[in-house]
């Protein structure tokens, strides 16, 4: 139902996400709406032919942390994120 907030259930607890009256989740003001943001860029990318942009070194990187959290969580330890 709108305006009533989405019920977020995990690891036994419960999380409240707002939700505004239309249903849409709330993420703040358009310009700081990561998803709509990454969307609007990737379909410029797409249907204009404009430049993505991230390049591979963004994507080199974000592929980098991810593994080294999968590794801390496998170890249960924290890890370095530092990149020299």
Not at 3 to 22: K, M, Y
């Amino acid at each position: 139902m709108p305006g009533r907030p989405l019920l977020l259930e995990r690891d036994g607890r419960t999380e409240r996400v707002p939700v505004n009256p239309t249903g849409e989740q709330l993420a703040g003001p358009p310009e700081h709406d990561a998803y709509r943001l990454e969307f609007d860029a990737v379909s410029a990318t797409v249907l204009g032919g404009a430049a993505p942009p991230y390049g591979r070194a963004d994507s080199d990187e974000q592929a980098g942390v991810l593994e080294l959290l999968r590794r801390s969580a496998e170890q249960h330890a924290p890890l370095d994120l530092s990149f020299d």
